[in-house]
């Protein structure tokens, strides 16, 4: 079975799933009572297995994602520089770093960090998604200053996949910034649009109130991880030092760096996403009294707190919220009638859809808050508005001194990152008021 058809099987078998536990609610809510601690736990295997069909999807997609992608590309790749230099291309990053780990002890080489250039890389996939032609994405890949063509490396884009595959704001359409210096900087924002008048005869003056513009901090912050490994594995030709070496590092930074773009407080790290949403003239919308689950009104209330004239508006939620969001119906408080949640079957799939809540897709992150008091539920509106700032590209120093007594090695990884909000009204919270 390939993986597309892997999906589909897995997305028809969470759906089947959902429909059972459907099942029991619809049976449970007809007799007008609460569930048994029997249906309880029946209720809670369902809703279990549909969460772990959805990480299976995950790690299904990342390789059918990557697969497909990377076929993509090394076309296009053929297409701009031949088979031959596709298949040199294909393993230069990979002999890239084994000569840097093998550079000889005080050389320059060794003493200089290695960079990943994951930005040609992003470039190239947003061309890509956007269904460039391949002229466009050469076009990318030329250099004027060499005069040459320069095609990302197999291992640059395994890490990029790394760090979008664990980085929310790089998946659900936050605007990227790079910057080839760490520099405070301020990106001015409109606090106040400027209304037009209407001019009904020539002659007229015309006239119009002015736009109130403001700045707003995208500041970064450094993110490094340290890991060692023996000496012998470095110099043993078989270790697959970008696998060991480079994706834990990869893993290990956006980690961090997602866990900040969600929830960090702008003091001496990112603002994160779920931070400020709805500050200013939106206040959050909290479910109010002691509910415990939200009832689907202020989920209602939430959307329809952000102007209307904000395009591509999505969910952001913890799995486990998902859960509870899945019982929803739009009757009664969201007790009776349909169901609210559209599993979808091409989720996670190039092209396809990711479930949809209130007629909006939903995107999760294990760094937004699980269900509790005072706890950020969901976000939701328009993540373009959310700028998320890299300086340069990741990089991964080495020290032999540290670990000189134990022959050890140990190589850092380091990158800058920052993100902060354009337009706060662009999102809103619904926080769990108990």
């Not at 904000?310 to 969910?315: F, H, L, S, Y």
């Not at 808050?369 to 590209?393: D, K």
């Amino acid at each position: 079975m390939d993986l597309r058809a892997r999906v589909e099987a897995l997305n028809t078998q969470r759906l089947k799933a959902w429909e059972q536990a459907k099942a029991l609610l619809d049976s449970v809510a007809a007799e007008g009572r609460v569930m048994t601690a029997e249906e309880r736990q029946t209720y809670d295997r369902m809703n279990q297995e549909i969460v772990d069909i959805d990480a299976e999807v995950q790690r299904v997609v990342t390789r059918e994602t990557a697969d497909q992608e990377a076929a993509a590309l090394r076309e296009m790749t053929f297409k701009a520089i031949g088979e031959v230099g596709a298949t040199r291309n294909d393993t230069a990053g990979v002999d890239q770093f084994r000569t840097w780990l093998d550079a000889a002890p005080g050389s320059a080489m060794r003493t200089a960090a290695f960079e990943v250039d994951i930005q040609r890389v992003r470039k190239e996939r947003e061309l890509l998604r956007q269904g460039a032609s391949p002229e466009e994405i050469r076009a990318l890949a030329w250099d004027a200053t060499s005069g040459s063509l320069v095609v990302p490396t197999t291992m640059a884009r395994s890490c990029y996949s790394v760090l979008e595959d664990n980085i929310a704001a790089l998946r659900i359409g936050a605007t990227v910034f790079n910057t080839s210096t760490g520099e405070n900087m301020q990106l001015p924002k409109i606090l106040t649009h400027g209304i037009a008048t209407q001019v009904s005869g020539q002659g007229t003056t015309l006239a119009g109130t002015d736009p109130v513009f403001s700045r707003v901090n995208l500041n970064v912050t450094k993110y490094g991880q340290l890991v060692k490994v023996s000496n012998e594995l470095v110099t043993d030709a078989a270790f697959d030092a970008t696998g060991i070496i480079g994706e834990e590092l990869g893993y290990a930074l956006a980690r961090v760096v997602d866990a900040d773009l969600i929830v960090g407080t702008g003091t001496g790290e990112p603002t994160g996403i779920t931070i400020l949403a709805g500050a200013g003239t939106n206040a959050p919308v909290t479910t109010g009294g002691s509910l415990i689950a939200p009832t689907v009104e202020k989920f209602i209330d939430t959307q329809y707190s952000v102007p209307d004239s904000i395009n591509n508006t999505a969910w952001l939620m913890k799995k486990s919220v998902g859960g509870t969001v899945r019982k929803l119906r739009d009757g009664a408080g969201g007790t009776v009638g349909a169901f609210l949640w559209a599993p979808s079957l091409t989720n996670g799939l190039i092209g396809g859809q990711p479930d949809r809540f209130l007629d909006a897709p939903v995107f999760f992150d294990t760094n937004c808050a699980a269900a509790g008091s005072n706890a950020i539920l969901a976000t939701y509106g328009g993540f373009g508005e959310y700028a998320l700032r890299t300086v340069g590209n990741p990089s991964i120093e080495r020290d032999d001194s540290v670990g000189f007594a134990t022959d050890e090695a140990w190589f850092r990884g380091k990158w800058r990152v920052g993100g902060n909000h354009r337009q706060v009204g662009h999102l809103n919270n619904l926080v769990q008021n108990v």
